[in-house]
């Protein structure tokens, strides 16, 4: 095995990307339906009816990871006892959902039934997951068998799927928008805090075991972890900020903390494995 397996960095953090979006999108319906109604027709309807293809996007490079892809039927004969097969199991049903959502997002983006399908696929896409991060909780793996593992899984989803909000919010003016967008802006500030805390109580653990200080020296010695960190943590922050204090923020400031957190968190998920695995990330 690899240090780094590109496929599960990056099936793990695009299917968190596809749940981020839902969330968010589901709690703007219900807690701001005025800017969502005026922006559905365009950004917000493309972003509903993009969130299939983010999931079918994330099993396809999965399927790299295996090293007979026509064989991943196979993936589901343990489900009893194989939290891999679980995990699978709960994408697949993630997938089937996600595509009756985003076919409403298509035909009928006003409607009712696609805010419940829309929080239908929260709560799925949240156990997903947790799900995909219990898929690491390897004895032989101590930086991996923790609770920091679920929390980034998690936060990453609610961090890039606030900002990926933010940016579709950017230059809407009216009351309910700009208050969605102070809304989003909160939650991505309050999620990189929550992100900082788990990388704080993951150090915390340097000296437990040979195998967490090594993880621990792994992380924080690499310049890549620094390099996400300014990245993917302060540059959104900074985003998040001026759309707090200002009503309508320049499209280049938002477009580029939305490239920045996505590829932060890939570079962040790099360093997940990498921590176990001992080598550099690219």
């Known amino acids: ?7 599960l960095v990056l099936f ?3 299917s968190q990307v596809a749940v981020g979006l839902v969330l968010m999108l589901t709690i ?3 807690v701001f339906p005025a800017a969502v109604k005026e922006g559905s027709s365009k950004r917000f309807r493309f972003a509903g009816i993009s969130v299939v293809f983010l999931v079918a996007i994330s099993v396809i490079f999965s399927l790299f990871h295996l090293g007979k892809p026509l064989h991943a039927f196979k993936s589901f004969m343990n489900l009893g006892t194989s939290t891999l097969s679980l995990e699978i199991l709960a994408m697949f049903v993630v997938g089937i959902i996600a595509l009756f959502y985003s076919f409403l997002w298509w035909k009928s983006p006003n409607g009712a039934l696609r805010k419940v399908v829309g ?3 929260s709560i799925c896409g949240i156990a997903a997951v947790t799900i995909s991060s219990r898929a690491y ?5 101590p930086s991996w068998d923790s609770w920091q593992t679920t929390a980034a899984f998690l936060l990453t989803a609610v961090l890039i799927g606030a900002v990926i909000l933010s940016f579709l919010l950017y230059s809407y003016e009216n009351e309910s928008a700009v208050r969605a967008k102070k809304f989003f802006a909160i939650i991505t ?3 990189v805090i929550a992100i900082i805390a788990v990388m704080a109580s993951f150090a915390s653990t340097y000296g437990a075991s040979v195998e967490q ?5 792994a992380t924080f010695s690499s310049v890549w972890f620094y390099i996400r960190l300014g990245v993917g943590l302060i540059l959104p922050v900074i985003a998040a900020v001026a759309l707090y204090f200002t009503k309508k923020v ?3 400031i938002v477009a580029c903390a939305l490239l920045a957190v996505i590829i932060g968190e890939i570079i962040g998920r790099a360093l997940f494995y990498y921590s176990a695995m001992g080598q550099t990330p690219f």
């Open 28 to 30: 703007q319906d219900y």
């Open 12 to 14: 793990t953090v695009f």
């Open 213 to 217: 200080s090594d993880a621990v020296v």
């Open 1 to 7: 095995m690899e240090s780094v397996q590109l496929p």
């Open 119 to 121: 929080l239908v696929l």
């Open 189 to 191: 500030i309050i999620a």
């Open 137 to 141: 909780a390897l004895p032989s793996k």
């Open 250 to 252: 320049n499209f280049g």
